[in-house]
C-alpha cells in the first residue's frame, strides 16, 4: 500500500510539474507578445513583392519564370478554390494571362495567405529608427489597422520625392540631397526587368493575338565595321553568347520591347524601363504613371564571363539621367569605371572620363565569373563575384534635376549596352533590374462615411482638399517633419515619420493620407492641430519587422485548400 501511494504522489507530481510548465510557457509567450515581439499578417501587396499579401504563385506559361501575383478580386478570398489569374503578367517576358477559358495555355490557380512576419516591438524605445528600415506601425486614418510600410523620412527632415527618388533636407541644413539606400536594404529592392535564362515560347505570345509583339532580348547591333554574326553566336536559344575573339569591339544591346496594350504599342522600346510590377493588375497602374517620364535609369546589370582566350574584356554601360557609366573588366583582374556626361543635345563633346579603377584576381580561362554594374541613387557600384570593388557617387542639384525634369525633350532615355574585345569570351546568365521608383500621387476625397474616418474640416483642422491637389512630400510639394525640441520641453511623442511602400504605383502611405482618426491626438491642450497629415507620429510606431516566418505554404494533394505545411525555404530576414 505505501509504495502504491508512493507511485501516486510521484504520478501527480509529474503531472504538476508539466502543467506548471504548461502555464509557465504560455505566460512567457504572452509577455513576450506584449513586451518584446508580435506575429502579424501582412494584409495587402503594398511592400511586393518583397512581402506579399493575398496573391497567387504563378509560373510563366511562356518562359517559366516564377513570380506573385496580388489576389484583386472583391468579396471574400476563394481560399479552397482555385480562380483565374486574369491581368497576370510575366514581369520577364510580359506575357499575360488572360483567361483559361480563351487560353489553354492559361490555367487556374488558388489564392495563398500573406506573409507573417514577426515584429520586435519597442525596439524603437532603444534605439532610433534608421531610414529605409521596415516598420509596422498603427494607421493613423484609422488609428485601428496595423500597417507596414519603409521608413523614408525621420523627424526634423524635409522630403520631397522627385523622378522616383527621395530627397531629404537635414535639419539645419539649406540644400536637399539624394537618400541613398544601405546595401542590404538596396538589395532587397531590385525589381526584375528582364532574366535572360527564361527563354519564352514565341509561338505562345503570339498566341495572344499580339501580331507585331516582340519580346525582351539581348541583339548584336552594328556598332561595330565587322558585321554581327562574325563576332557573335548565339546559342542555348539566345540564353548565351559567345564573343569570337577581335580586336574589333563587338556590342549587345537590350531591346526593351514588350507588351502595353496593344500590338501599335508593343514595340515602344521604353516598357520595360517603366517601374511595373508583375504583382500589379496592369490596367491598375496606368493612373500612377506618365510613361513619357516616369522611365527608370537607376539599373543594375549582372552577368557570368567565362574567358576563352587571353586579353579578354567586357564592358558594360548603363545609360543613366545624367551620365552614361561604363565597367571595363580585364582577364587580368583590373576593372576601370568610366563616365560620358548625357546632354539635352547629345553626348557630351569631352566624352568618355576615367571615373574610377579597382582590381580582383585574374580571370582563369574557362572558369565563369560572376560580374555585376549598378547605376543607382546617383552612384555606381561594381562587383565581382558578389564582392563590392568600386562604390562611387556623384551630386546633382535638386533645383537642376527639376529643370532637365520640366523640359520633355532634355530627358534621355535608358539604355543597356555590353561590349566586347580582344580574346574570345562566354556570357551567361544575364539579368537586369531596376530599382525602386517612388510614383507621383495625387490626393483625392474618399467616399467612406465611416465615423472611424472623419474629420472635422469645419473648425478648420485640415485644409479642403481637391482631386488634383499634389500628394504629400511629391514633387512640387515637399513636407517637413517636426522633430521635438526637448530643450523646450517638447515631447518627442510628437515627432513625425514619413513611410512609403516598396510596391509604389499600389500603396496606400504617407503620400496620399488625407483622413485622421478621431483617436489621434489632434489637439494640444490649446486647441491647436498637433498631427500632420501624411505622418505617422512616434507614439504610433510599433516596431520593426524582422523576420517572415510562415510564407504561403505547400498544399498537401488530399487537402489542396489548406497550405499547412511550410515554404522553410522562403522564411526569411526582412531588410
Same mark, same amino acid.
Given at each position: 500500500?505505501?509504495?502504491?501511494?508512493e507511485?501516486?504522489?510521484?504520478?501527480?507530481?509529474?503531472?504538476?510539474?508539466?502543467?506548471?510548465?504548461?502555464?509557465?510557457?504560455?505566460i512567457?509567450?504572452?509577455v513576450?507578445?506584449?513586451?518584446m515581439?508580435?506575429?502579424?499578417?501582412?494584409?495587402t501587396?503594398?511592400?511586393?513583392?518583397? +512581402?506579399?499579401?493575398?496573391?497567387y504563385?504563378?509560373?510563366?506559361p511562356?518562359?517559366?519564370?516564377?513570380?506573385?501575383y496580388?489576389w484583386?478580386?472583391?468579396g471574400?478570398?476563394p481560399?479552397?478554390?482555385?480562380?483565374? /489569374?486574369?491581368?497576370?503578367?510575366?514581369?520577364?517576358?510580359?506575357?499575360?494571362?488572360?483567361?483559361?477559358?480563351k487560353?489553354?495555355?492559361?490555367?487556374?490557380?488558388?489564392?495563398?495567405?500573406?506573409d507573417?512576419?514577426?515584429?520586435?516591438?519597442?525596439?524603437?524605445?532603444i534605439?532610433? &529608427?534608421?531610414?529605409?528600415?521596415?516598420v509596422?506601425?498603427?494607421? /493613423?486614418?484609422?488609428?485601428?489597422n496595423?500597417?507596414?510600410?519603409?521608413l523614408?523620412?525621420?523627424?526634423g527632415?524635409?522630403?520631397?520625392i522627385?523622378?522616383?527618388?527621395?530627397?531629404?533636407?537635414?535639419?539645419g541644413?539649406?540644400?536637399?540631397?539624394?537618400?541613398r539606400?544601405?546595401?542590404q536594404a538596396?538589395?532587397?529592392?531590385?525589381?526584375?526587368i528582364?532574366?535572360?535564362?527564361?527563354?519564352?515560347?514565341?509561338?505562345? +505570345?503570339?498566341?495572344?493575338?499580339?501580331?507585331?509583339?516582340?519580346p525582351?532580348?539581348?541583339?548584336?547591333?552594328?556598332k561595330?565595321?565587322e558585321?554581327?554574326?562574325?563576332?557573335?553566336?548565339?546559342?542555348?536559344?539566345?540564353?548565351?553568347?559567345?564573343?569570337k575573339?577581335?580586336?574589333?569591339?563587338?556590342?549587345l544591346?537590350f531591346?526593351?520591347?514588350?507588351?502595353?496594350?496593344?500590338?501599335?504599342?508593343?514595340n515602344?522600346?521604353?516598357?520595360?524601363?517603366?517601374p511595373?510590377?508583375g504583382?500589379?493588375?496592369?490596367?491598375?497602374?496606368?493612373?500612377?504613371l506618365?510613361?513619357?517620364v516616369d522611365?527608370?535609369?537607376?539599373?543594375?546589370?549582372?552577368?557570368?564571363?567565362?574567358?576563352?582566350?587571353?586579353k579578354?574584356?567586357?564592358?558594360c554601360?548603363?545609360?543613366?539621367?545624367?551620365f552614361?557609366v561604363?565597367a571595363?573588366?580585364?582577364?587580368?583582374?583590373?576593372?576601370?569605371?568610366?563616365?560620358?556626361?548625357?546632354?539635352?543635345?547629345?553626348?557630351?563633346?569631352?566624352g568618355?572620363?576615367?571615373?574610377?579603377?579597382?582590381?580582383t584576381?585574374?580571370?582563369t580561362?574557362?572558369?565563369?565569373?560572376k560580374i555585376?554594374?549598378?547605376?543607382?541613387?546617383?552612384?555606381?557600384?561594381?562587383?565581382?563575384?558578389?564582392?563590392?570593388?568600386?562604390?562611387?557617387?556623384?551630386?546633382?542639384?535638386?533645383a537642376?534635376?527639376k529643370?532637365?525634369l520640366?523640359?520633355?525633350?532634355?530627358?534621355?532615355? /535608358?539604355?543597356v549596352r555590353?561590349?566586347?574585345?580582344?580574346g574570345?569570351?562566354?556570357?551567361?546568365?544575364l539579368?537586369?533590374m531596376?530599382?525602386?521608383?517612388?510614383?507621383?500621387?495625387?490626393?483625392?476625397?474618399?467616399?467612406?462615411?465611416?465615423?472611424?474616418?472623419l474629420?472635422?474640416?469645419?473648425?478648420?483642422?485640415?485644409?479642403k482638399i481637391?482631386?488634383?491637389?499634389?500628394?504629400w512630400?511629391?514633387?512640387?510639394? /515637399?513636407?517637413?517633419?517636426?522633430?521635438?525640441?526637448?530643450?523646450?520641453?517638447?515631447?518627442?511623442d510628437?515627432?513625425?515619420?514619413?513611410?512609403l511602400?516598396?510596391?509604389?504605383?499600389?500603396?496606400?502611405?504617407?503620400?496620399?493620407?488625407?483622413?485622421?482618426? &478621431?483617436s489621434?491626438?489632434?489637439?494640444?491642450?490649446?486647441?491647436?492641430?498637433?498631427?500632420?497629415?501624411?505622418?505617422?507620429?512616434?507614439?504610433?510606431?510599433i516596431?520593426?519587422?524582422m523576420?517572415v516566418?510562415?510564407?504561403?505554404?505547400?498544399?498537401?494533394?488530399l487537402?489542396?485548400?489548406?497550405?499547412i505545411?511550410?515554404d522553410?525555404?522562403?522564411?526569411?530576414?526582412?531588410?
Open positions: 500500500m505505501a509504495r502504491s501511494a507511485k501516486r504522489q510521484h504520478e501527480l507530481s509529474i503531472i504538476r510539474d508539466t502543467v506548471e510548465s504548461v502555464w509557465v510557457a504560455i512567457l509567450a504572452f513576450l507578445r506584449a513586451f515581439v508580435e506575429a502579424f499578417v501582412i494584409p501587396g503594398s511592400m511586393a513583392p518583397r +512581402l506579399m499579401g493575398e496573391h504563385d504563378l509560373v510563366c511562356a518562359c517559366g519564370y516564377e513570380y506573385s496580388g484583386h478580386g472583391d471574400s478570398v481560399r479552397r478554390h482555385q480562380t483565374d /489569374p486574369s491581368g497576370a503578367r510575366c514581369p520577364s517576358c510580359t506575357y499575360r494571362f488572360v483567361s483559361a477559358k487560353h489553354p495555355n492559361d490555367g487556374k490557380e488558388y489564392v495563398n495567405g500573406g507573417r512576419v514577426l515584429v520586435m516591438k519597442y525596439l524603437y524605445k534605439v532610433e &529608427p534608421q531610414p529605409f528600415d521596415v509596422v506601425f498603427r494607421n /493613423p486614418q484609422s488609428n485601428a496595423n500597417y507596414i510600410k519603409r523614408i523620412g525621420l523627424p527632415e524635409k522630403i520631397e522627385v523622378h522616383g527618388d527621395v530627397f531629404v533636407t537635414p535639419p541644413a539649406d540644400k536637399p540631397e539624394i537618400r539606400k544601405p546595401d538596396q538589395e532587397v529592392m531590385w525589381q526584375i528582364n532574366d535572360n535564362d527564361y527563354q519564352p515560347d514565341m509561338a505562345k +505570345l503570339k498566341a495572344q493575338g499580339m501580331g507585331l509583339y516582340a525582351r532580348r539581348w541583339e548584336p547591333t552594328d561595330t565595321d558585321t554581327p554574326s562574325r563576332l557573335w553566336a548565339a546559342s542555348d536559344n539566345g540564353r548565351t553568347f559567345a564573343f575573339g577581335s580586336e574589333k569591339r563587338g556590342c544591346e531591346r526593351g520591347a514588350g507588351e502595353t496594350g496593344s500590338a501599335a504599342d508593343s515602344d522600346p521604353g516598357e520595360a524601363f517603366l511595373r510590377y504583382y500589379n493588375a496592369a490596367q491598375s497602374e496606368y493612373q500612377c506618365d510613361p513619357t522611365f527608370c535609369s537607376d539599373l543594375k546589370l549582372s552577368m557570368v564571363v567565362k574567358p576563352g582566350g587571353a579578354a574584356s567586357v564592358e554601360v548603363l545609360d543613366g539621367l545624367w552614361s561604363k571595363v573588366f580585364g582577364s587580368d583582374g583590373s576593372v576601370v569605371v568610366l563616365r560620358l556626361r548625357r546632354e539635352p543635345q547629345g553626348a557630351d563633346p569631352a568618355w572620363v576615367e571615373w574610377a579603377r579597382g582590381s584576381s585574374a580571370m580561362e574557362g572558369a565563369g565569373r555585376a554594374l549598378a547605376h543607382v541613387d546617383h552612384g555606381v557600384k561594381v562587383w565581382v563575384d558578389d564582392k563590392k570593388i568600386i562604390d562611387k557617387s556623384y551630386t546633382v542639384e535638386l537642376t534635376l529643370k532637365r520640366g523640359a520633355a525633350e532634355s530627358i534621355p532615355f /535608358p539604355g555590353i561590349g566586347a574585345s580582344g574570345a569570351l562566354e556570357l551567361t546568365h539579368k537586369l531596376r530599382d525602386v521608383y517612388y510614383t507621383y500621387f495625387q490626393l483625392s476625397r474618399s467616399d467612406r462615411e465611416s465615423q472611424d474616418f474629420m472635422d474640416y469645419s473648425r478648420g483642422f485640415y485644409p481637391g482631386m488634383d491637389s499634389p500628394g512630400g511629391v514633387a512640387g510639394n /515637399p513636407i517637413s517633419l517636426k522633430k521635438a525640441d526637448e530643450a523646450k520641453g517638447e515631447n518627442s510628437f515627432d513625425e515619420f514619413f513611410v511602400g516598396d510596391n509604389s504605383p499600389q500603396s496606400l502611405d504617407s503620400r496620399g493620407w488625407i483622413e485622421a482618426a &478621431p489621434l491626438r489632434l489637439l494640444d491642450e490649446s486647441g491647436n492641430t498637433q498631427y500632420k497629415l501624411g505622418t505617422v507620429p512616434r507614439y504610433n510606431m516596431g520593426k519587422a523576420f516566418y510562415w510564407p504561403s505554404g505547400y498544399r498537401l494533394p487537402l489542396p485548400g489548406l497550405p505545411v511550410p522553410v525555404g522562403r522564411m526569411r530576414l526582412i531588410r
